[in-house]
Nanobody, 127 residues
Framework: VQLQASGGGLVQAGGSLKLSCTGS????????MGWFRQAPGKEREFVAA????????LYADSVRGRVTISSDDALNTVYLQMDSLKPDDTAVYYC?????????????????????WGPGTQVTVSS
């Protein structure tokens, strides 16, 4: 699985961005797709995951209500709509694919649950 994220950029606080992540020659259906971010000097942080398997969506508390994850299986693409952006949202954003099936949703908050990663796209929010 090869992943390519796009849509990052520079935006003022309060603005919006929509990130896209497209996979090559593989269907996302019945697999978990996640978004993570990493700010300079900080660990990679969970943002959101589309659980598939009919299990819904996970969001980090820091972004809940401001971020929406969605998927288009026909296009092998997962999106991250980010609204009301804050300077603290500044980071490199990564999409990730998990081939793991676990009944425990908490597993998917960890980067270790994901086995394929895109190269990342920079999001910078100015104050």
């Amino acid at each position: 699985v090869q992943l390519q994220a796009s849509g990052g950029g520079l935006v003022q606080a309060g603005g919006s961005l929509k990130l896209s992540c497209t996979g090559s020659k593989h269907t996302f259906s019945n697999h978990v797709m996640g978004w993570f971010r990493q700010a300079p000097g900080k660990e990679r942080e969970f943002v959101a995951a589309d659980m598939s398997y009919g299990r819904g969506i996970l969001y980090a508390d820091s972004v809940r209500g401001r971020v929406t994850i969605s998927s288009d299986d026909a296009l092998n693409t997962v999106y991250l709509q980010m609204d009301s952006l804050k300077p603290d949202d500044t980071a490199v954003y990564y999409c990730a694919f998990s081939s793991l099936y676990s009944p425990n949703d908490a597993v998917y908050y960890s980067p270790g649950a994901y086995d394929y990663w895109g190269p990342g796209t920079q999001v910078t929010v100015s104050s």
